[in-house]
Every structure is written in C-alpha cells, then in structure tokens.
C-alpha cells in the first residue's frame, strides 16, 4: 500500500512534460511576438527583423519564407528566406538576399536544427541551385554538405562616447582628410525622405557600372524602420549636395548601409567627413560599436575601411548545393562580367536608373 501511495505522490511531484517544438511561417498578427524575440536574441541581427519580409517582397516582387520555431507559446528561433530566380544569375534561396547577415537565430540546438531542416525541404522542393546562409560565424563547422569561401569581410569597431577619442582611433593620414572636410565647413543633415540620398547613390554607383537599386526601396527601408533607419546627406556651406547614407540603428550599433557621393565629394573629402560625422552623431546616440559593412576583399571599398583604422573579419557564408555543382560567383569581380561593367559606366544616369531595378532584384 504504501509503494501504489509513495508512486501516485512521485507522480503529482513530477514537472509535466514539455511541450513539443513546432514549426510555422510567419503571419502579420506574429510580427511584435517574432521582434520581440530577434531583439532579445544575442545570435539575432538587424537583418532578422519582421520588417524586411515586407520591404523585399514589395520592392523586388520576391517570395519569401521567414520561419520560426514554437514552444509553450514562446519563440525558440526564426530563420527569415528569399528566393532568388533568374536565367542570369541563377536560382537560389538564402537567408537573406540583400542583407549582410543572415541563417539561423535560435536559442536551443532543437530549434536551429528544425529551422534548418525546414530550409533543406524548401530548396529541395523549389528546385535551387544553391542554399545560402550569411552568418557572421559558420553555422555548420564539419559538415562536409556546407562550403564556405573567401570573399567578404566585414569591419567591425569599438567607438567611445568622447569625439576627440574617435577622431584620435583614426590614423593620421585619414584623419587628415575627415579635418580637412571639417576646415571647408561640410555640414550633416538628417534627411525626412530619400530623395538626395538617392541622387548621390545613383551616381556612386553608375561610376562603379553597378545597376541601381529602386527608389522605392529605400523609402521602404526608411517607412518600416522608423527611427531604426536614418537618413544623413552632406552638404557644403551653400547648401551643395556632397554625398548622403542610409544607416540602421541596432542595439548599441550603427550600421551604414547604403551611401553615395557627388563628383564634388573628391575634393572636399566628402565621405570621409561623411562617415565622421556619422560616427559622431551615432556616438551621441549611444552606438558604441561603428559596423562599417560588408566588403569584398581586393576592393575600393575594403582598403578604404582599412584607412580608417578597421580590421578586417572574414564572413563565412555558407552554401549547399542542390541543383548546382559549384559555388555561385555572381559579384563584380567575376571576369565575365568585366564587359558588362564597362558598358553600364557609360549609361546615361536616368537610363541605368531606369533599368538597375530589373537587374538588381535578381542579385540579391
């Protein structure tokens, strides 16, 4: 008697079981929830906000994929997709087309590995060349199935809350070129539309034969991130454009992101100053960390960060093949598309920016 009586009372004591992990696809009502747990989550990024799902699919017209894991009615982990389709470039799904950063955000080995599996059904049933995940760390270390290669880095700095402390980080040749566009009196404005940052991006990017993202993207960007996303044109004395950059706000990070410069920009120095005073601004804000982006090595834009006194962090993306049996290439410095390059440099600047959007959404 005392056995059944010490069994039932084991019974009532134990804790009930847990609730099984499930899987579904993000819906609007799930938006806050899904934010709320990108934001607590130290493996989350910017680029794992609920907000992108609608920027990309309305700029680009892509389909996208953003799912998560579920237990007790909590969030575990997310892992937003995008289909890349096209002739050109190839047919791929990563996480996440148009962003730096991207894979898997889960705060248990459960999670990432349904996560994981829901991607792997996914490119099988579409058919994909190729999966892709860009982590800032490698999400599958020995797992043969996962290749990585050598070709973006990002630079990542530690800023402090004193201007003369920055200024002093930065190394003298370059910090010669940020006083100089302080001497000629260059000014910073936050911008409430795109507009001017625009019209110094496009032009950046027609002298890199670089087909133009649309406008409406980045009014996009800047209509669904609110105050996370800001806007900051240069200008000199009397009121010239100088260059602009579109910048998000995370956590205690600022992370320029999209940016340009008129012809007038070389002699002023204009996007030295235009980082500074970003830089500044951002300090003020309460940033201590300067995400100078993505870079690919042997680039412009790589030694240009380099001057500024950043070092250099390989990005391990990840693949997987399907369909496809070599890594994809698609980025400028590919040799087949030398001829293109030079072709799209010499586009009037309201012809490449009219047909940009029709190349670009394809890129990813």
């Known amino acids: 008697m005392n056995s059944i009586i010490e069994g039932a009372q084991a019974r009532r004591a134990a ?32 680029f794992h906000l609920s907000g992108w799902q609608s920027v990309i ?10 799912y998560y894991v579920e237990q007790d009615g909590e969030i575990q982990g997310v892992l937003p997709l995008a289909e890349i389709k096209s002739r050109l470039f190839g047919h791929s799904l990563g996480a996440m087309p148009f962003c730096v950063y991207g894979g898997v955000a889960a705060t248990n080995d459960a999670a990432r590995a349904m996560l994981d599996g829901a991607a792997h059904e996914l490119a099988q049933k579409l058919g994909v060349g190729h999966l892709e995940y860009r982590g800032m760390q490698r999400a599958h270390p020995g797992d043969a199935s996962w290749h990585t290669k050598e070709l973006y880095v990002t630079f990542r700095k530690e800023i402090s809350s004193d201007d003369e402390t920055n200024m002093n980080a930065i190394p003298r ?27 110094a991006y496009s032009h950046s990017v027609l002298r890199l034969g670089t087909p133009v993202f649309p406008k409406k993207y980045f009014a996009l960007l800047q209509k669904t991130f609110g105050d996370e996303c800001e806007v900051r044109s240069i200008y000199t004395e009397d009121d010239k454009l100088v260059g602009s950059v579109l910048s998000f706000y995370w956590r205690d990070e600022v992370v320029p992101y999209y940016g ?12 030295d100053f235009m980082y500074w005073n970003l830089m500044q601004a951002a300090a003020a804000r309460g940033c201590r960390i300067f995400d100078f982006g ?54 009037p600047l309201p012809v490449a920016n009219f047909m940009g959007p029709f190349i670009v959404r394809n890129l990813g």
């Not at 079981?17 to 934010?35: C, F, S």
């Not at 370059?174 to 019209?199: T, Y």
């Not at 049996?325 to 590919?334: H, K, Q, S, V």
């Open 15 to 46: 804790p009930p079981a847990a609730a099984p992990q499930t899987l579904h696809l993000l819906q609007k009502n799930d938006y806050a929830r899904w934010d709320a747990f990108v934001r607590a989550c130290p493996s989350a990024t910017f």
């Open 57 to 66: 699919e309305q700029s680009f017209g892509i389909k996208t994929w953003f």
């Open 173 to 199: 040749k370059q910090r010669a070129m940020v006083r100089k566009g302080i001497k000629l009196g260059l000014k910073g404005v936050v911008e409430d539309n795109v507009d001017r940052m625009f019209e």
């Open 260 to 271: 340009g410069g008129m012809d007038l920009a070389r002699s002023v120095a204009g996007n």
């Open 294 to 347: 993505r870079s690919k090595l042997g680039t412009g834009a790589y030694d240009f960060k380099k001057n500024w006194g950043f070092e250099a962090t390989p990005l391990p993306y990840e693949y997987k093949l399907y369909a496809s049996t070599a890594l994809p290439d698609n980025n400028p410095l590919n040799p087949k598309y030398q001829l293109f390059i030079k072709v799209w440099k010499k586009l």
